[in-house]
């Protein structure tokens, strides 16, 4: 038997879009309130995954989330979410939510995202894996398990870093479907932007915590991480591109950043989007010393970065992205 999923929001689009394109795999069930998606689990224990929307009329996701996990621990739950919850996101993810997608919904990344949270969920039951069936198998099931690993730490080091990562991957595959890049070139950007600040694993606590600007010596010592990322994927021979796209994400395209002072096309593609992407997020985002941009204010921001320290291509792109989707 399928197994089964709850989708909870309150726009009929976002349902029947869901409903459509998860029913080949997954039985699905939908419903457009907080307090009827309640109602139902309390019901029927055979929901195997959650979708819940964080913006509902009746009751929030979050607080939905936190009745589930109260009575249902185990119950996966995915937050659905537009790029102005942030703190939504943060809050989600504090109080047990599997991951987060954004609206509007990339179809892979959702099955991606499902996949996970259902196997993941199992191993939790300790229900028995299924066996790979072959080499190549069993060399790509150790390989996303080491990807998952690296990217835990990241997460582990600072909290921060999660919710960074997660957006800047959403914007990052955003840009490259617009860009019309294979499912292969996609998959890599996929992985490495959860993994592109890796290399922060080797930088004091007290900088990455710090709550005020940092001085000039923080930022040398901040300025190594991509380096040191690079080093710690070196260990794996799989992911060569993906060292070069960590090498370089914080080059600029005059030729001004860092660390090899790398100018316009010779940074590698990926790592020009990647640019863009982390820019654009840690600008929404704020810092704890900074306080959050503007939709407007950031692309404002991008427009000034053009050309200097964007990939002019990307930022037109990206901007035509935001203004149509977000
Ligand atoms: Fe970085």
């Not at 009751?59 to 996990?69: A, F, M, Y």
């Amino acid at each position: 038997m399928n197994e089964r999923i709850l989708v909870v929001d309150d726009e009929l689009g976002i349902r029947e879009s869901l409903r459509m394109m998860l029913s080949d795999e997954y039985e699905v069930t939908t419903t457009d309130g907080g307090n009827e998606c309640l109602r139902l689990l309390k019901k029927d224990s055979s929901f195997s995954l959650l979708i819940v929307d964080v913006k509902m009329p009746d009751l929030s996701g979050i607080e939905v989330l936190k009745r589930v996990k109260k009575t249902n621990p185990f119950l996966p739950v995915i937050i659905l979410t537009a790029v102005d919850t942030h703190e939504a996101v943060v809050e989600a993810l504090k109080f047990g939510a599997e991951d987060f997608v954004a609206k509007p919904v990339d179809m892979y990344h959702m099955q991606e995202v499902i996949k996970k949270a259902l196997s993941k969920s199992m191993e939790k039951k300790g229900r028995v894996k299924k066996k790979p069936i072959s080499v190549d198998e069993i060399l790509s099931e150790n390989f996303m398990e080491a990807i998952q690993v690296l990217t835990e730490i990241i997460e582990a080091k600072d909290p921060y870093l999660k919710r960074h990562s997660k957006w800047t991957t959403e914007y990052a595959i955003a840009i490259a479907d617009k860009l019309e890049l294979s499912k292969e070139q996609i998959n890599v950007i996929r992985q490495t932007c959860l993994l592109h600040d890796i290399g922060k694993v080797g930088i004091s606590d007290v900088i990455l915590q710090k709550k005020t600007k940092l001085s000039r010596e923080d930022w040398e010592a901040l300025k190594k991480h991509p380096v040191i990322g690079e080093k710690i994927l070196e260990n794996f021979r799989l992911l060569r591109i993906e060292q070069k796209m960590v090498r370089h994400h914080h080059e600029r395209y005059d030729g001004s950043g860092y660390p090899d002072g790398l100018e316009a096309e010779e940074i590698p593609l990926y790592a020009r989007i990647l640019s863009v992407a982390d820019a654009f997020e840690s600008m929404t985002a704020g810092r704890v010393y900074k306080s959050p941009l503007s939709i407007k204010e950031a692309i404002e921001e991008l427009k000034t970065g053009s050309g200097t320290q964007f990939d002019p291509q990307i930022v037109t792109v990206f901007i035509e992205l935001i203004l149509e989707k977000w």
